[in-house]
């Protein structure tokens, strides 16, 4: 286990803040040793909140496959249905949606191998990210990867309502490995995939899916 380079600055800052606020507190109070005991253990929570958020588990693909696509986060399934992709495809797939809580791991992870030939950031609202208009409404990044086999998959990373940062590190044109890193979102949010209609899911809605180890479905060879 280890944190996430995008929590680094967070966990610093944070941590100088709570020791000023428990030295002005102790300089502040005439029982010194009471009030700054309780004040060190109340700081705790907040502290083991942020390095909990951006705790990121080591998780390797030995094989990583142009076929069987794994989940691109933590998370529930919260739906499983055919949808018109409305930038990209322009017609009808099969999406897969993942909404990741505040308690998931949040750091985004390549599905499956291939090359990226789309991206484009879109501004948005910040509706709660379980709801199906989230997915077109909200602060979102859309990713579209080419495998080897010339199929095509859309990975869309969608801000939720606590949400207020979306980062992506793949660039079009780049060759990108199932498991490697694809980007983190702060703070409550929700991952798609829009996958062929022929692909044989893997998972139902309801399921707790975990990045780089639950496989989502395969395409069809």
Not at 78 to 85: G, L, Q, R, T, Y
Request: hydrophobic share 45%; proline share 5%.
């Amino acid at each position: 286990m280890t944190i996430h380079r995008e929590g680094t600055i967070i966990i610093i800052i944070l941590l100088i803040g709570l020791i000023i606020l428990n030295l002005l507190i102790g300089f502040m109070s005439s029982e010194k040793n009471l009030t700054v005991s309780i004040s060190a253990f109340l700081s705790i929570f907040p502290l083991v909140f942020v390095i909990n958020f951006f705790r990121n588990p080591v998780r390797l693909i030995e094989n990583p496959s142009s076929t069987s696509i794994t989940s691109p986060a933590d998370g529930t399934i919260v739906a499983i249905e055919e949808f018109d992709e409305p930038e990209y495809f322009k017609e009808k797939k099969l999406k897969v949606s993942i909404f990741m809580s505040i308690w998931n791991v949040h750091c985004n992870r390549i599905p499956i191998n291939g090359t990226v030939i789309y991206k484009k950031y879109h501004r948005g609202k910040f509706f709660i990210a379980r709801k199906p208009k989230a997915s077109l409404d909200n602060e979102r990044t859309t990713f579209v990867i080419e495998t080897p086999g010339q199929q095509k998959i859309l990975v869309r990373q969608i801000a939720g309502i606590l949400a207020r940062r979306i980062i992506s590190y793949p660039l079009p044109g780049q060759k990108v490995i199932q498991g490697e890193e694809l980007g983190f979102i702060r703070f409550g949010s929700r991952v798609d995939l829009y996958l062929p209609l022929d692909t044989k899911i893997a998972v139902r809605t309801g399921d707790q899916v975990k990045g780089n180890i639950t496989v989502i479905g395969t395409l069809k060879n």
